[in-house]
């Protein structure tokens, strides 16, 4: 460090800090990404931290204990602040030193980020890139640099940021390749050709703001995709290790004499564990990093002055902070059509904040999502910045003009989620206090959530269907801390009420989730129970009752196992949010386009928990796939309890054909009694009841059929062939169907079912003919039952 002491020393001249960018070797032509660091005159001082994996490895010796660890951790962060401190100090020599030296300092950080773009590949190669240490200070320094402007979150330094970076054609981003916000590459070049760039300088701080925001994405960024590789890394070669170890105790003594032994041991082995203890060092020093409160607090400052920007840069009058920023900025909460309308939002969203990168967000998105899953983190008890953060979260959630991207807000509503999670002391988590007392948060907080619960459906990744399950799983639990709260329940009944389509089409979502969640859950529930089974009974000397291998059994264990552990736990937050829902506004569940859909899944699944196959679903600790089966039923009955006084209901119970059995009520009953599940008589008395009501339905509708007899094909309906009583014609495939199954099967697919090409409801037109025919039937066929009966009391 003598040799940095000297160049801080000259550099404090300011003449010869002046012309130093002149000096051969500090910027040179054609430098690739991992180069900056070693043949620049500056790299190999900026790229000194512990992050750097030798000095992490020396460092982070073998065998430490977690004790020692958090030992070093606090020492090497306080020597990482005053290093970051003396190589800040040196550049900002550089920048005070006047207009040409500044200009290059810029454009070297410029040329850097530039270049490594690819740290931020899930399969980027790390000896092709400039390394987590010499991006993480860059960046570090960048944050010093906008402190005074960014941290201060003053209106009048934020007014000092150009908003009219890209119309700059001399800017130092490269930003061709990058995704943007909220448009199309092709609509971004048709609003920024050449003619109309500018010439114009950028002043320092706009320079220095566009360049933090690529560097809080590719620099900080960086690390965590570094993070993920040395997880994997230290699994991967944990395992390796172990086999060649395994496989060398086997050898036993004559390991210790055997030359082709002695040479496996110092040309595998060795290398193996030196790669494998500088990835944990490696691991250690990351973890090292992002628990540096001191740090993250300076680099969170920085967020919530670019989110702070960004709020100003979408607000209409362009007056936030200073005045508070109304959402949502375009009320399309009942016009689902639009919500679904991708073209429709683009063309709505906020210029020039449509047309910047995407990596300006995701950046600040990314940092939040990463360092939120660690204690102290820089969130927790900085009420101030937070509620800043909170409220951009908030924005992004409800204006969906915005931000297109479903990933982008599947991380802020994790970052809510980690938000939510109760502290170790019992306490609510540490955003609680801002979803119940920030007022913009709280109007918000309740459909911004519902809304992406929906809209998460589609986010155009190959593994999408699956993707939304997590998603919908942090809604979920923010959704369950919130019911704590009366504000929220009240908030739910106003959106049942007053937005009804906006409300149907989330309930449908659910009423997919479950569907699909709970029979993939018990039938995996099933195939585990079926494997602990058979290999108990072969480890007893049994034969095979199959013909899979012991391998294969093993195999298909595990899988079922992965796949349960996943989806069960799923399974248990939806069902309990049709609680919590059906419970404060069960009306809103009994529309004609769910509630046939609602009733069979609960039907269904009430017979799978107690029915004559109920065994089939017991496995050894079923705790550990969260599979709590009394729970379960406890929640199912009170979902039946709920909408126990909506006929509705009662009908589409009686009408499930298919799973509807009394006697399953009956059953439960007496299994929650039995696990001390029921909360009182009164649980006992209400679902009898219902059942009860249910059957004579049942007999009801059974005696209207056979009153009707046998009903001609043309009066049925295509897809649930029940007699029709609205019949509507399909405008494309000429084909009639009951309106209300039409109404069920565009919740979830707008499109013909005959023909799959795109309809609305709308479009098709009632079949009065028809319809005429039907009800001239089942009076003909009631007529002539009377007429019968008459007869028969003549005859007597």
Same mark, same amino acid.
């Given at each position: 460090?003598k040799i940095?002491?000297?160049?801080?020393?000259?550099l404090s001249?300011k003449?010869?800090?002046?012309?130093?960018h002149?000096?051969?070797?500090?910027?040179p032509?054609g430098?690739?990404?991992?180069?900056?660091?070693? &043949?620049?005159?500056?790299g190999p001082?900026?790229r000194?931290?512990?992050l750097?994996?030798?000095?992490?490895a020396?460092?982070y010796?073998?065998?430490i204990t977690?004790s020692?660890?958090?030992?070093?951790?606090?020492s090497?962060?306080?020597e990482h602040?005053?290093s970051?401190?003396?190589?800040f100090s040196?550049?900002?020599?550089?920048v005070?030193a006047g207009g040409?030296?500044?200009?290059?300092?810029l &454009?070297?950080l410029a040329d850097i980020?530039?270049?490594?773009?690819l740290r931020?590949g899930?399969?980027?190669d790390?000896?092709?890139n400039?390394?987590?240490s010499f991006?993480?200070?860059l960046?570090?320094?960048?944050?010093?640099?906008?402190?005074p402007?960014?941290?201060?979150?003053n209106?009048k330094?934020?007014?000092?940021?150009d908003?009219h970076?890209?119309s700059q054609r001399n800017?130092?981003?490269?930003?061709?390749?990058e995704?943007k916000i909220?448009?199309?590459?092709?609509e971004y070049?048709?609003?920024?050709t050449?003619?109309k /760039?500018?010439?114009?300088p950028?002043?320092?701080?706009?320079?220095c703001?566009y /360049?933090?925001?690529?560097?809080?994405?590719?620099?900080?960024?960086g690390?965590y995709?570094?993070?993920d590789?040395?997880?994997?890394?230290v699994?991967?070669?944990?395992?390796?290790?172990? &086999?060649?170890?395994?496989?060398?105790?086997?050898?036993?003594s004559?390991?210790?004499?055997?030359p082709l032994m002695?040479?496996?041991i110092?040309t595998?082995v060795n290398?193996?564990?030196?790669?494998?203890h500088?990835l944990?060092?490696?691991?250690?020093?990351?973890?090292?990093?992002?628990?540096?409160?001191n740090?993250?607090?300076e680099?969170?400052?920085?967020?919530?002055?670019? $989110?702070?920007?960004?709020?100003?840069?979408?607000? #209409?009058?362009?007056?936030?902070?200073?005045?508070?920023?109304?959402?949502p900025?375009?009320?399309?909460?009942d016009?689902?059509?639009k919500? !679904?309308d991708?073209?429709?939002?683009?063309?709505?969203?906020? $210029?020039?904040f449509k047309?910047?990168?995407e990596?300006f967000?995701?950046?600040?998105?990314?940092?939040c999502h990463?360092?939120s899953?660690?204690?102290?983190n820089?969130m927790?008890?900085?009420?101030?910045?937070l509620?800043?953060?909170?409220?951009?979260?908030i924005?992004i959630?409800?204006c969906?003009? /915005?931000?297109?991207?479903p990933?982008?807000?599947?991380?802020l509503?994790?970052v809510?989620?980690?938000?939510?999670?109760?502290?170790?002391?019992?306490?609510?988590?540490?955003m609680?206090?801002?979803?119940?007392n920030?007022t913009k948060?709280?109007?918000n907080?309740m459909i911004?959530?519902?809304d992406?619960?929906?809209?998460?459906?589609k986010?155009?990744a190959?593994?999408?269907?699956?993707?939304?399950?997590?998603?919908?799983y942090?809604?979920s639990?923010i959704l369950?801390?919130l019911?704590?709260?009366d504000?929220?329940?009240d908030d739910?009944k106003?959106?049942a009420?007053k937005?009804?389509?906006?409300?149907v089409?989330l309930i449908?979502?659910m009423?997919?989730?479950?569907?699909?969640?709970?029979d993939?859950?018990?039938?995996?529930?099933?195939?585990?129970?079926?494997?602990?089974?058979?290999?108990?009974?072969r480890a007893?000397?049994?034969? #095979?009752?199959?013909?899979d291998? !012991?391998?294969?059994?093993?195999?298909?264990l595990?899988?079922?196992?992965r796949?349960a552990?996943?989806?069960?736990q /799923?399974?248990?937050k939806?069902?309990?949010l049709?609680?919590l829902?059906t419970e404060e506004?069960?009306?809103?569940?009994?529309?004609?386009?769910?509630v046939?859909?609602l009733?069979g899944?609960l039907?269904?699944?009430?017979?799978?928990l107690?029915g004559?196959?109920?065994n089939?679903?017991?496995v050894?600790?079923?705790?550990?796939?969260?599979?709590k089966?009394?729970?379960?039923?406890?929640?199912?009955?009170?979902?039946?309890?709920?909408l126990s006084?909506?006929? #509705?209901?009662?009908?589409?119970?009686?009408?499930?054909?298919?799973s509807?059995? #009394?006697?399953?009520f009956?059953r439960?009953?007496k299994?929650l009694?039995?696990?001390?599940?029921?909360?009182?008589?009164e649980?006992?008395t209400?679902?009898?009841?219902?059942?009860?009501r249910?059957?004579?339905v049942q007999?009801e509708?059974?005696e209207?059929?056979?009153?009707?007899?046998d009903?001609?094909d043309?009066f049925l309906?295509?897809?649930?062939?029940?007699?029709?009583?609205?019949?509507v014609?399909?405008?494309?495939s000429k084909?009639?169907?009951?309106r209300?199954?039409?109404?069920?099967?565009?919740?979830?697919?707008p499109?013909d079912?005959?023909?799959?090409?795109?309809l609305?409801?709308e479009?098709?037109?009632?079949?009065v003919?028809?319809?005429?025919?039907i009800?001239a039937?089942? &009076?003909?066929?009631?007529a002539a039952l009377k007429?019968?009966?008459?007869?028969?009391?003549v005859?007597?």
């Open positions: 460090m940095l002491d000297v160049l801080q020393l000259f001249n003449a010869v800090a002046s012309i130093f002149e000096i051969d070797g500090y910027h032509d430098l690739k990404a991992h180069q900056f660091e070693t &043949k620049t005159l500056l001082f900026l000194i931290s512990p750097l994996i030798s000095i992490a020396f460092n010796t073998d065998g977690k020692q660890i958090r030992s070093i951790d606090e090497l962060q306080a602040n005053m970051v401190n003396r190589l040196l550049c900002d020599k550089l005070r040409a030296a500044r200009e290059a300092f &454009k070297l980020v530039n270049k490594n773009h931020r899930s399969h980027a790390p000896r092709k400039a390394s987590d991006m993480i200070n960046s570090l320094i960048l944050v010093k640099f906008a402190q402007f960014l941290a201060t979150l209106p330094m934020l007014e000092k940021i908003i970076y890209l800017k130092l981003l490269d930003l061709t390749e995704t909220n448009s199309t590459i092709q070049d048709e609003n920024y050449d003619d /760039l500018t010439d114009k950028l002043n320092f701080i706009s320079d703001f /360049l933090l925001l690529a560097y809080i994405h590719y620099g900080i960024g690390i995709i570094s993070a590789r040395v997880k994997s890394g699994k991967q070669l944990t395992e390796q290790l172990k &086999k060649v170890e395994d496989m060398l105790q086997k050898a036993g004559q390991a210790q004499t055997n002695k040479m496996m110092e595998k290398p193996l564990k030196k790669e494998l500088n944990k060092a490696m691991k250690c020093a990351i973890e090292m990093f992002a628990t540096n409160r740090t993250q607090l680099v969170f400052d920085i967020i919530i002055g670019s $989110v702070t920007f960004f709020m100003k840069l979408v607000d #209409p009058t362009h007056k936030y902070p200073s005045a508070p920023l109304q959402i900025l375009r009320n399309m909460d016009d689902v059509d919500l !679904d991708i073209e429709y939002l683009r063309s709505i969203s906020p $210029v020039p047309y910047y990168p990596m967000i995701e950046g600040i998105v990314n940092y990463y360092i899953r660690y204690n102290n820089p927790f008890q900085n009420e101030e910045k509620n800043k953060f909170v409220e951009f979260s924005t959630l409800r969906p003009e /915005l931000v297109s991207n990933h982008l807000k599947a991380r509503t994790e809510l989620f980690f938000g939510s999670l109760p502290l170790q002391n019992g306490r609510d988590g540490y609680m206090d801002i979803f119940n920030n948060v709280k109007k907080l911004s959530l519902l992406f619960y929906v809209m998460v459906e986010t155009g190959s593994s999408q269907f699956y993707d939304k399950f997590n998603t919908r942090h809604i639990f369950e801390q019911w704590k709260f504000f929220f329940k739910l106003r959106i009420q937005l009804q389509t906006f409300f089409r449908a979502r009423l997919n989730d479950t569907t699909y969640l709970l993939e859950s018990l039938n995996h529930l099933h195939i585990i129970g079926s494997c602990q089974r058979e290999i108990a009974s007893n000397g049994n034969p #095979p009752s199959n013909d291998s !012991d391998e294969d059994l093993q195999a298909k595990a899988d079922s196992e796949i552990k996943s989806f069960v /799923l399974t248990n939806t069902i309990l049709f609680n829902f506004t069960p009306r809103s569940f009994t529309i004609v386009e769910i046939d859909r009733a899944m039907n269904y699944n009430l017979v799978a107690v004559p196959k109920y089939e679903l017991k050894k600790d079923p705790e550990a796939y969260q599979f089966p009394s729970e379960l039923l406890f929640q199912l009955s009170s979902i039946f309890i709920n006084n909506e006929q #509705p209901f009662v009908d589409a119970v009686a009408r499930d054909q298919r509807f059995d #009394p006697e399953c009956k439960a009953i299994i009694y039995k696990v001390g599940k029921v909360p009182g008589p649980f006992e209400k679902l009898i009841g219902f059942v009860e249910a059957e004579q007999k509708d059974e209207e059929e056979m009153e009707l007899g009903i001609p043309d309906d295509p897809l649930m062939y029940t007699l029709m009583k609205d019949p014609k399909l405008p494309h084909i009639s169907m009951d209300s199954v039409l109404k069920a099967h565009l919740m979830n697919d499109t079912p005959f023909n799959r090409t795109p609305k409801l479009d098709v037109d009632d079949d003919e028809l319809k005429e025919k009800q039937f089942i &009076k003909e066929r009631k007429q019968d009966k008459d007869g028969d009391v005859m007597k």
